[in-house]
């Protein structure tokens, strides 16, 4: 199947929420998805982006028709002080029914390049435990899973937690 890979514009915001949305219900985490096209318009198009995105798109049926987004990758840079920059993999996804065309290795052979010509040092990303597609899908890419290589462990302050953090405490 052909596609073609492209940056995300403004416009594709609808596309990129869908895409979100079909993953969290694959992962069986729906619910958790709060996100709006307002959001990821004002996050990643605005005066400083928080994030990049790729597009996959195939194309229409027939020449009068639209591409069709058929994938995605989030992305962002980020620094560690050991080893410097690295591009961390936040959210990636390619349709059910254009797996297994080449598709997700052509978007993480870009986002490779990128990270290359970017200097990073590294591709950081989080897998869900129970996605065993998607952990053989990296490992055989030469991915290391650093929860058993080095015993690293995820961990999140929700919003809650920062807002307790962040006012402070009576005296």
Not at 79 to 91: N, R, S, T
């Amino acid at each position: 199947m052909e596609y073609k890979l492209r940056k995300a514009e403004p416009k594709d915001v609808s596309d990129i929420l869908r895409l979100v949305k079909e993953l969290a219900k694959y992962e069986e985490m729906e619910s958790q998805v709060t996100l709006t096209e307002k959001d990821l318009l004002e996050d990643g198009f605005g005066e400083t982006p928080f994030y990049h995105c790729i597009i996959a798109e195939t194309p229409g049926e027939d020449s009068s028709e639209d591409p069709s987004v058929v994938g995605f990758a989030m992305y962002y840079f980020t620094y560690d002080p050991w080893v410097g920059k690295q591009l961390y993999l936040e959210e990636f996804y390619v349709m059910d029914k254009c797996r297994g065309l080449g598709i997700g290795s052509g978007i993480l052979r870009h986002l490779s390049d990128l990270a290359m010509k970017t200097r990073c040092t590294g591709m950081m990303f989080v897998v869900a435990e129970n996605n065993e597609p998607s952990v053989q899908f990296y490992k055989r890419r030469g991915a290391e899973d650093l929860s058993q290589e080095e015993g690293w462990r995820l961990f999140r302050f929700d919003k809650d937690s920062l807002v307790k953090m962040a006012t402070p405490a009576e005296e």
